[in-house]
């Protein structure tokens, strides 16, 4: 149920006992003051879900050679992997129109409903691949079933990142919403190193035969626990302070819920949805190009060992998770804005000179290349989910940053190695990666500069909010 929108203050003599207050938030006129308990329960619940989708991400990416011998055995290796990845790339194209659904209802009627039902079909459709007959069983309906469950992902993972980080974000406190936000990207990071660690695991484990006929399906059988886990926890939430404002705004104006219009969302806030786009870009084509293109850049372009470039990919992500919490902390102490901009900076002079330590070959000069790289990208993911909630009045947050967030990343974050890897075909620079983050860092160090900061303030349309 949502919690109760704040009330005007009782006057002197009145003595209201602890027990009527509403139990995410005890409010006054002009100050929100939440229960760090509740805090701390929004957060996990929030971050499960996004360890959830990408540890989705990581299982269909490393055991993708696996799939396409299951779903598409056409013979020909590379036909099999692109088929694979072509069911993966659907996912993207159709992230856009879920966040157009999702985020507009998450405005309407609470983020905590949309995001219980986002966890719902994210588990459902992970959890159906892993129950797809093979393609020797059913032919063609195989790859069909894979790629209808892989929409219904992607459709469902449109609502869930906006939406979690603006649970977090109207959940926090002013002077934490940055330390408390990054542990969102911290489940990223972990549900990623979960997914590609248990199918490094497998392989080592199992035979090929083995694999092929049954092993595969254990990692996305997993998601169904998992998701009824994240549910529970969802379930068990109070709306945020600041959508229940909203709400009791609503029931003053007569209106059964708050009014939410396309327009508002989008014409109304085009100046805020571009510069939203603008960071999300930076942040998500450095993203994918480090965790997803890398690896087979290490294999495929420079014909390194395959298994210790996953190796090196998953430590240099294990050192995130480590300084991920406390670049979080340095965003509220320094602002937004610096760390950002440093992190575009750094990817603009930093981004050559790692390729080539990279480039190098040895397992030193990789893994030094590798964890510079990440620790720049670490400047967007502690920053980004206090950042962008922010950018976006409360009335519209949901719609128009799931709006912005998703049309970037299916555009640009979604499309890095497949356009990386066309660049190199067609020049033959093998530089191309380090060029491609040095332009997307030029459009989130303009989306920086054009930006307010937001570290320490109350979101826009709320009052400050303080911990109990």
């Not at 290796?77 to 129109?97: E, V, Y």
């Not at 980080?165 to 489940?187: C, N, Q, V």
């Not at 950002?340 to 990817?347: D, L, P, Q, S, V």
């Not at 950018?391 to 979604?414: A, E």
Request: charged share 10%; hydrophobic share 50%.
């Amino acid at each position: 149920m949502p919690a109760a929108a704040p009330v005007a203050p009782v006057a002197p003599q009145t003595q209201a006992p602890q027990t009527q207050a509403p139990p995410s938030a005890d409010a006054s006129a002009d100050v929100t003051v939440v229960d760090p308990a509740l805090v701390k329960r929004a957060v996990k619940a929030a971050a499960l879900g996004n360890a959830m989708e990408w540890f989705d991400f990581g299982v269909y990416s490393y055991i993708a050679v696996t799939l396409g011998k299951v779903f598409f055995p056409s013979g020909n290796p590379t036909a099999q992997l692109l088929s694979t990845f072509g069911a993966f790339a659907a996912a993207f194209l159709i992230r856009p129109l879920g966040g157009m659904v999702f985020g507009p209802l998450g405005d309407r009627i609470g983020r905590q409903k949309i995001l219980a039902l986002t966890m719902i079909m994210m588990a459902a459709g992970t959890f159906a691949i892993g129950l797809i007959p093979s393609y020797a069983s059913i032919g063609v309906g195989a790859p069909i079933l894979l790629l209808v469950a892989r929409l219904v992902q992607g459709f469902s993972t449109g609502g869930e990142y906006a939406g979690a980080s603006t649970f977090i974000a109207e959940y926090a406190p002013d002077k934490k919403r940055g330390f408390l936000g990054s542990w969102l990207e911290f489940g990223t990071l972990a549900g990623y190193i979960g997914g590609a660690g248990l199918v490094t695991l497998m392989t080592a484990l199992l035979s090929t035969e083995d694999l092929l006929s049954w092993g595969w399906r254990i990692p996305f059988l997993i998601a169904g626990p998992m998701g009824l886990i994240g549910l529970y926890l969802r379930m068990k939430l109070e709306e945020t302070p600041a959508f229940a404002a909203e709400l009791t705004k609503a029931h003053k104006d007569e209106q059964s819920r708050p009014k939410v219009r396309l327009r508002d969302m989008v014409t109304g806030q085009w100046k805020a949805l571009l510069l939203c786009m603008g960071l999300v870009l930076v942040f998500n084509v450095t993203d994918y190009m480090l965790l997803s293109y890398m690896p087979s850049y290490l294999t495929s372009e420079l014909k390194y060992d395959e298994t210790h470039g996953l190796l090196v990919v998953l430590a240099v992500m294990a050192l995130m998770m480590c300084v991920q919490p406390f670049a979080g902390a340095l965003t509220d102490r320094v602002g937004r804005r610096p760390v950002i901009a440093a992190g575009c900076a750094g990817f603009l002079l930093l981004s050559v000179p790692a390729l080539l330590l990279i480039r190098q070959g040895s397992l030193w000069a990789i893994a030094l290349g590798m964890a510079a790289l990440g620790l720049l990208l670490v400047c967007f993911t502690a920053s980004m989910p206090s950042t962008l909630p922010a950018l976006f009045p409360t009335k519209v947050r949901y719609g128009s940053l799931s709006i912005g967030f998703n049309i970037s990343v299916s555009v640009f974050g979604g499309t890095t190695p497949l356009v990386v890897t066309a660049l190199i075909g067609a020049t033959g620079n093998m530089m191309m990666p380090a060029y491609y983050m040095m332009a997307a860092a030029v459009v989130g160090g303009i989306a920086v500069w054009f930006m307010s900061e937001s570290a320490g303030r109350p979101l826009p349309g709320s009052p400050p909010a303080v911990e109990k």
